[in-house]
């Protein structure tokens, strides 16, 4: 059994249990959280208890059980009932180790890998809003399948290149954000020594 769902596949219920036991470990760190919650707890949030027969397994830290939550209540509502096998977002590192098992993992072809999922999430979504060769929620399915295909590319770029994804974006938006645009439409352009 998936440690992230419970035996009648409550994922929203599972993650109630991963924001208490996050809570628990913020509000008393030095108190055997794991016993309080395998024991006989008060209601937990929602006033469900923690099931015996449940397996599960819980994380180190509080922002660690935080983010497994998140990721249960992400995919309840993108896709609801679904289990995953997992049971986190994907690391950099493991997607750049199943490439290099799975295929010639060079920079250059993951350049054109890349370039390929690009293409095809264009195809989704000219195809969706032409409405052939598949409806408008069976496209929207595929865009998402794409766009999951699309990053776990860029990360594979990013690891090949020698740098975080989520450092170079963090670093990025840090930027971007601060520009207004609508504000200032002709700001933000072209450097002057790039202008002929």
Sequence with gaps: MSAMSSPDGAPIAAALHYITLATLQRARPDAPVIDLLCGQPPDL?????????????????????????????????????????????????QIAEWCKHNFRNDLPLQTLQLVEEVGEIARCIVKRHQQIRGSYEEWTTKLRQELGDAFISLANTAELSGFDLM??????????????????????????TDVA
Excluded at 45 to 54: D, K, L, N, S, T
Excluded at 173 to 186: C, G, H, L, V, Y
């Design 45 to 93: 949030i929602g006033g469900y208890h923690w099931p015996h027969e449940w397996a599960w397994e819980p994380e180190a830290t509080a922002a660690d059980n935080l983010r497994k939550a998140r990721l249960l209540l992400d995919v309840e509502l993108a896709e609801p009932g679904q289990v995953l096998q997992t049971g986190c977002y994907p690391d950099q590192t």
């Design 167 to 192: 450092v170079a974006a963090v670093l990025r938006w840090d930027e971007i954000s601060r520009r207004d645009f609508r504000a200032n439409p002709q700001g933000h352009g072209l450097p002057e």
